[in-house]
């Protein structure tokens, strides 16, 4: 009775509410539960007749999960939301959509805001996706958010399922970790990279064992903390990858991937195996380990293995870089200049970036750096390998938050190191640092121009890119 009330009042929720590109509002997820608490949304995710998968992650989560509804779109009908973290948006796409398989990104912080172990209990969860996991804003609401605390409440989303499979990335210590520890419980498709012409341009980082904490040491990096390792004290070393891109070549116009594999699928409860050659856009490593998580989660539920080959290459030969969610880093023309621009709030994210623009580069490069605010040191931290990595002949400093003192801190650490020019942007006046940000862009005398760091996706970023290239 609580139940179809609840569902009753979401439903209705639905038309009042303005959808976004992912259909991913919260309101009528809200309501729902509002009205019909823990037990209505646990009868909601029971509705599907083959369950829920869940993607989540530090960096790539909104891409993975584009793919991957891309993907299942050709098998049949799914719930989804993307671009939006909480539970409540997951519930919006629980009651907004029909059919038997859902489709939800989730986003968790910390513990205290992201209930990851509340959210696999209510949704039960068939499959669950791991992209990656790095340093982000180490500050959440105003209260520090250690990493090793942050790296607890992506294992809580897992820690208790007890059926289906965790898809995770074997090339990122922190999510192999996360199968490793579970392999008795579930099954675990590992996905990674097999082809070693592919590397880094970064320093490399120490990075602690998410065993023991002892150091990794690594006999190969693919991008930043993503390699193949292993740990001199426990033995945590990269399982044997179940998807994997054999091989990569790069072209002028496009690149060519080669990816094979053998894992379970679920649905079928038997071992499947598959191989594709596929062309995609010059889509940067990052989208590469994108393309793997979403082909990995597809393979593993789909209930038509016998078309994976097919279904992976008509949607992967047709695409464009129409995929990128709003506000996240491309590389376009503007004026004649190759000008790399988008969201890098993180350490990774901003490497990836980095490493991305990198593949254009052939000159000298202007680099305009937007910061991150008080109490992130460690951000900046991260920011300043991806800058340094780059070698710019100029580097721009702007305020990325709301704190224009805090970015002039950061500059003036650097600022002997490079030769750079810093405006103090106010926050408050945010048309007038888009306006400004895209003046830098358009007026540069560089060839190439990157511009990343902090500033939110929608608000900051795409509305620089609306202003600079649409
Ligand atoms: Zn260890």
Redesign the pocket.
Known sequence: MRYDLAKIAGKLAIPITKMGSGGGTSFPGALFFKVGGEEALKELSGELDIGSIIVTGTNGKTTTTTLLIELFSNDLEIRRSYESNTINAITTGLLKGEGDLGIFEYGIRDIKHGIPDTVQRLIDPIGVVYTTISREHTQVAGVKNPFNKYLEAKTLLTKNMKRGVIITNADDPRTANIGLNKDSDVKINYFGIADESVHDIFEDVTVE?P????QLEYSHRFMNHRGIYK?P????ERPPLNVYLKKIEFNDKNWILDIEGNLFNYTVNDNVSFNVRLTVPQFGFHNVYNTLASITAYATFTPYPERIESTVSKVFNNLDMSFIPPGRFEVVDVNGKKVGLGQGDNGDAAKINGMFMNQYIDGPLEFIYTTPDVDEEEIFEDHLEAIRALHPAHLIVVPGRESIGIAEHYYNQIKEEFNSTFYPLSYEKMEERIDKLCELAENSKYDYVIMTGCGEEQAMWENIKQKLIR
């Open positions: 064992c065993q023991c904490g002892a740990c004290d426990c033995g945590l």
